[in-house]
């Protein structure tokens, strides 16, 4: 018994690496207003927070 299950093409289209920047960017800004992240550590944070954004939706 399989059941197919239709997605809609507005899920398949690949997402853009300025919509990946910008997710990212408001990751980071909303870890450093609730005090999760200090800017002295940004620069290592930002590149962690990108690459899991991207990683996810490339996957």
Same mark, same amino acid.
């Given at each position: 018994?399989?059941?197919?299950?239709?997605?809609?093409?507005?899920?398949?289209?690949?997402?853009?690496?300025?919509?990946?920047?910008?997710?990212?960017?408001?990751?980071?800004?909303? =870890?450093?207003?609730?005090?999760?992240?200090?800017?002295?550590? =940004?620069?290592?944070? =930002?590149?962690?927070?990108?690459?899991?954004?991207?990683?996810?939706?490339?996957?």
């Amino acid at each position: 018994m399989t059941h197919s299950v239709k997605i809609p093409e507005s899920v398949l289209k690949p997402v853009s690496e300025d919509a990946i920047l910008k997710v990212s960017k408001e990751i980071v800004v909303k =870890f450093i207003e609730v005090g999760r992240l200090a800017p002295a550590n =940004f620069d290592e944070m =930002f590149r962690a927070i990108y690459q899991s954004v991207r990683d996810t939706v490339r996957s």
